[in-house]
C-alpha cells in the first residue's frame, strides 16, 4: 500500500533516519519519534496507518504504551522493535495487541514484507466494522447491496474469508433470483485467487450424460463421441475458482466423483487412467432444501458435510424488505448507464409501493420490473402512476389464507407478531427447530435465518 503512512519510535537516532530513508524510497509517508509521548500526540492528532515501536525508549516502554495505541479510535497495527534477548516481552506485547515483532539488527526485506501484511490485515479488518454499519458493499467490481442483517453478514463473511486467505468450500442457499451468483463473484473478487480464472457452471442445465465430462474432462475415445482429449472444468478452474450452481440437482454418480474430488485435491477424467491434481476454490449454490435432500436420500450426506464448511444463506426478498429501497436505487443507477438513459428519481410513494410487494421473483424480478419502467417511462421521476399492474395489485403470488387475516384499523407491529409465532411454534415443538419450520410453512434456512434475526436461538 503505497503513500500509507508510517510512525516509527525508537530511541536510536541511527535507526531512524535508516528507516525514515529506505521506507521514503519504497513510497511510503515516514514521520519518526524519539519518545513515546511524542508518538502519541502525534496518533491523537494526525494518525498513523502503522507503528514501528521500540520496546525500550527514553521515556518508558514501548510495552506499556501499546495499551494506549490500542485505545485510539481505529488503531493502526503496530510492530514491535526488540533488541536481542527481549524476545519473551516481545511476545507479551504480541498477546496484548502488537501485529508482530522483529529483532534488531531489523533486515528490510523482512520488514517491508511485515509491514504489507499488516497494512493489508488491518484495511480487511476496517471493512468487517465498516460493513456492519453500510449498505453498500464494493469487492473490485462486483457490488453487494443492501440493509438487512443477512445482507451484512454476507458481505462480512466474504472479507473474513479474504482476510484468512481461505480457500475453505463455500455453500450458498436461497431462493432462485436472490444473487446467489453476484455473492459467489464477490467471493472470488475479494479473495487472493481474484485474478485467476472464475468458471461458473449450472449443473442443472447439464446433461446426465454429459456432468462427469463437463467437470472432470475425457479421454479421446472415451465414449462415442470423444473424439478427442477434453479438460473439464475443474482443470480450466486451477488455480482459481469453480462456481457450481444449482449443485442440489447433480446426479448422483456425479456427487459421489465430486466428493472424491474435495477430499483428495485430483481428478481423474472420464476413460483417463491417471490422477491430475487440481488447485480449485469450491462455491456451491442451490435453491433446494439440502438438509432435506439429505434425509429423503437426494442428496449425499458426506458431500453435504464437505459443501458446507462455511454456509451462507440469502433470504427471499420479501423477508428482507428494508434492502428494496437501496437495490432499487442501485439497480436503475446501473440500468440506467448500460440503457444510456438518464437517471431517474423514485418518490417515496413509489419505493413504498415496491417495498409492499411479495417478489416472488426476488432480485431478478424487481430488477425486470425497473427495466420495464425504465423503457417506457418519459417522466424524470418515477411515480405510483409508472409501476405496473402486479405492483399495484399488491402482494404478489403469494397463496391463498384459508383463514384471512383481518388488518386491525390502528395496524399491527409485524415484526412482533413474526416474533410471537416463531415463539409459539418453538413452544409447541419443544423446541425442535424443523418440526417448527413445518408448522410455519418455512424452510428450515428461513425459519433459523428469523430464530436469529429476532435473537430467539436461547429460548
Avoid at 535507526?15 to 513510497?27: A, D
Avoid at 456451491?284 to 438438509?291: C, I, V
Avoid at 386491525?408 to 416463531?422: C, F, H, S, T
Wanted: with cysteine; aromatic share 4%.
Amino acid at each position: 500500500m503505497k503513500g500509507a503512512r508510517i510512525a516509527v519510535c525508537d530511541d536510536e537516532m541511527l535507526i531512524r533516519v535508516w528507516l525514515e530513508e529506505h521506507l521514503r524510497e519504497r513510497g511510503y509517508d515516514v514521520v519518526s519519534f524519539e519518545r513515546g509521548g511524542e508518538l502519541l500526540n502525534h496518533l491523537t492528532e494526525a494518525g498513523a496507518d502503522l507503528v514501528l515501536l521500540d520496546l525500550r525508549l527514553p521515556d518508558g516502554s514501548g510495552l506499556d504504551l501499546l495499551p494506549e495505541i490500542k485505545s485510539i479510535d481505529d488503531p493502526p497495527p503496530v510492530i514491535m522493535i526488540t533488541a536481542h534477548g527481549e524476545v519473551e516481552t516481545a511476545v507479551q506485547a504480541v498477546r496484548a495487541g502488537a501485529h508482530h515483532f522483529l529483532e534488531k539488527p531489523v533486515q528490510l526485506p523482512e520488514l517491508v514484507l511485515l509491514i504489507e501484511k499488516a497494512l493489508e490485515s488491518h484495511r480487511l479488518v476496517s471493512e468487517v466494522n465498516r460493513y456492519r454499519e453500510g449498505n453498500r458493499w464494493q469487492f473490485a467490481e462486483v457490488t453487494l447491496v443492501g440493509r438487512s442483517r443477512a445482507m451484512r453478514q454476507a458481505a462480512e463473511v466474504i472479507t473474513r474469508l479474504a482476510l484468512r486467505g481461505s480457500p475453505a468450500n463455500v455453500l450458498i442457499q436461497g431462493d432462485s433470483g436472490t444473487g446467489k451468483d453476484v455473492v459467489a463473484r464477490a467471493i472470488h473478487a475479494r479473495g487472493p485467487r481474484r485474478s485467476r480464472p472464475f468458471i461458473a457452471v449450472n449443473c442443472s442445465a447439464l446433461p446426465e450424460s454429459l456432468v462427469e465430462s463437463e467437470l472432470f474432462g475425457h479421454q479421446a475415445g472415451a465414449f462415442t463421441d470423444a473424439r478427442e482429449e477434453k479438460h473439464g472444468l475443474f482443470e480450466l478452474a486451477h488455480g482459481g475458482t469453480l462456481f457450481l450452481d444449482e449443485v442440489g440437482d447433480m446426479p448422483a454418480p456425479a456427487q459421489a466423483k465430486l466428493l472424491q474430488v474435495l477430499e483428495r485435491h485430483v481428478i481423474r477424467r472420464v476413460g483417463g487412467v491417471h490422477d491430475i491434481p487440481v488447485d480449485v476454490h469450491v462455491i456451491a449454490a442451490t435453491n433446494r432444501d439440502l438438509e432435506a435432500a439429505v434425509e429423503d436420500g437426494g442428496f449425499r450426506e458426506d458431500l453435504f458435510y464437505r459443501l458446507n464448511v462455511v454456509p451462507i444463506f440469502i433470504p427471499p426478498l420479501r423477508e428482507r424488505p428494508e434492502d428494496i429501497a437501496p437495490l432499487t436505487l442501485h439497480l436503475l443507477d446501473h440500468l440506467s448507464k448500460e440503457m444510456r438513459l438518464p437517471l431517474r428519481r423514485v418518490t417515496p410513494e413509489a419505493l413504498g409501493m415496491l417495498e409492499a410487494y411479495a417478489w416472488p421473483g426476488n432480485t431478478r424480478e424487481l430488477r425486470n420490473v425497473l427495466e420495464r419502467i425504465l423503457l417506457l417511462a418519459d417522466d424524470p421521476v418515477i411515480d405510483v402512476d409508472n409501476m405496473p399492474r402486479e405492483l399495484r395489485g399488491g402482494g404478489g403470488d403469494s397463496p391463498p389464507s384459508t383463514q384471512p387475516f383481518v388488518l386491525p384499523a390502528d395496524g399491527i407491529d409485524l415484526d412482533a407478531v413474526e416474533r410471537d409465532l416463531i415463539r409459539q411454534a418453538l413452544g409447541r415443538t419443544e423446541g425442535n427447530k424443523s418440526q417448527a419450520a413445518r408448522l410455519l410453512g418455512l424452510s428450515r434456512d428461513t425459519f433459523r435465518y428469523r430464530v436469529e434475526k429476532f435473537e430467539l436461538d436461547g429460548e
